[in-house]
């Protein structure tokens, strides 16, 4: 929409009288508009207390954010908007004041900015105020676009008059206050959902949701039959997914922070979850359910160890807890050095028979959850991972946690697992969290499998929930 189009929109505002406790819901200054519908998310992308606005079509006509302006009226002022927003779909972002001449203070009409990152937006302007002024992000220009906002602040004349919203018109999320759901309880099968696309790569943002998701296969004829359906946020803790294959698939669901920081910065991490699945044999090569994610640590001193994939398993598709046989990496030594690396002990730990290296060592065990975990660390020579562009193929660390009795429900205490195996590698900064699916099948034939969630709900609390003592890992080599 051009400006005189848009001016012309705005007009109708002008005969409708302001009353703000019928046509908005005030946060400390910051007010928004009733058809705009709202949550606070702890984190998100990223970042924290952040600020999801989704504009609901019926509200203060075209205004979704507004600040009042009323006590600068007949003032002449300097007044400047800062943000950082994060959009689900592409979209322009203004930021203007419905004076007479409708002046522009933040954003741009002839941009359209793009989704599935994060924009700065500042701007400031020096502007006469009329009476009963607002200043306010369009919604002629915004579109219908779920955005998540952080670090939103209004200075007029250099001073800071904003505060950050303390309280949320919707469903807000505060870990800490959320009554706990036993999720061995949750048995209700959920229906409908939304298939997720694209069918490969991510990671993606979900509307209304703190989660990210990602799928990935490595196609071909088996896989045509791959599918992850999401039953929405308000639906079995807002995380139940259900994915379908006939192949090979990797399908995961939860926090994605990108450059993040340190796992202590995301308090205590929990997974709780419920799910039904198909027979082992639907997974003829194996496969792994629980948490799993990636970290960096670039300063650390040896390369291997400054990218970092880790996974928690639960459940498995194989009879037998999955160990060295199933986690380890054995290379030729003439792979090694086909691609590119040198066989020494900055790779890792590794086993050597004849031609074959086998990189990985238990490293101990702990107990957490109610069960005894191993604890392992690999190595994956120039292998797909998120770093190393363009190809995507690196030398990096595999950490696994694996629980030595299966089960199909329960907490996932993560920060404790963090702190496991940070007694033998640091960590670094988190790129994701994520609960995962991971179905193997290698073979020429089609084996058809589903993994159902009744209930997925992934948490950052302050407090540390009851987890009983004994959580120390114990060292391999003192068993």
């Not at 600040?67 to 908007?81: A, F, K, P, W």
Request: hydrophobic share 35%; net charge neutral.
């Amino acid at each position: 929409m051009n400006n005189r189009n848009f001016r012309k929109s705005i007009i109708m505002i002008l005969v409708i009288p302001f009353f703000s406790a019928v046509f908005f819901i005030s946060w400390n200054g910051l007010e928004v508009s009733n058809g705009t519908v709202t949550r606070l998310h702890a984190n998100y992308q990223g970042k924290t207390d952040v600020l999801q606005i989704t504009p609901g079509g019926n509200g203060y006509n075209d205004m979704i954010l507004i600040y009042n302006l009323r006590e600068y009226s007949g003032q002449r002022i300097t007044i400047e908007v800062s943000m950082e927003i994060w959009l689900d779909s592409p979209t322009k972002i203004v930021w203007q004041i419905n004076n007479d001449d409708w002046p522009l203070i933040a954003g741009d009409y002839g941009r359209t900015f793009e989704a599935k990152r994060w924009h700065t937006i500042r701007g400031s302007s020096t502007v006469s105020i009329g009476q009963n002024k607002m200043l306010f992000l369009s919604s002629a220009q915004f579109g219908n676009t779920s955005a998540y906002i952080v670090g939103f602040s209004v200075k007029v004349n250099g001073q800071v008059i904003s505060k950050k919203p303390e309280t949320d018109s919707g469903a807000s999320i505060d870990w800490d206050k959320k009554p706990w759901v036993d999720p061995a309880a949750q048995t209700t099968s959920l229906k409908g959902g939304t298939v997720l696309n694209p069918p490969h790569g991510g990671p993606n943002g979900l509307p209304g949701s703190p989660y990210n998701y990602e799928i990935f296969d490595y196609g071909g004829p088996n896989t045509v039959n791959n599918k992850m359906i999401w039953y929405g946020p308000n639906a079995g803790g807002g995380g139940a997914f259900k994915v379908e294959w006939s192949g090979y698939i990797l399908a995961r669901l939860g926090f994605f922070w990108g450059n993040g920081g340190v796992y202590t910065q995301y308090k205590n991490i929990y997974v709780d979850y419920n799910f039904t699945r198909s027979a082992n044999n639907t997974a003829p090569s194996g496969g792994f359910i629980g948490v799993y994610g990636w970290s960096r640590n670039p300063s650390a001193a040896k390369p291997v160890e400054r990218l970092i994939e880790f996974y928690i398993v639960d459940d498995w598709f194989t009879n037998a807890a999955p160990g060295p046989q199933q986690i380890f990496q054995t290379y030729t030594k003439t792979q090694i050095r086909e691609k590119g690396e040198t066989l020494n002990s900055d790779l890792g730990p590794y086993t050597e028979r004849g031609n074959n290296i086998t990189f990985g060592e238990e490293l101990g065990s702990f107990e957490v959850d109610g069960a005894v975990y191993k604890l392992y660390r690999g190595t994956r020579v120039k292998e797909g991972c998120i770093d190393y562009p363009p190809d995507y193929l690196g030398t990096f660390t595999q950490l696994f946690s694996v629980r030595q009795n299966r089960r199909t429900s329960g907490t996932i205490s993560v920060t404790e697992h963090f702190k496991a195996w940070s007694k033998y590698i640091e960590l670094g900064n988190l790129f994701e969290v994520k609960f995962k699916v991971e179905s193997m099948n290698f073979t020429s034939t089609q084996r058809n499998g589903f993994l159902d969630l009744s209930y997925l709900y992934l948490s950052q609390e302050t407090n540390r929930r009851n987890i009983q003592t004994g959580t120390e890992p114990v060292d391999a080599g003192r068993r």
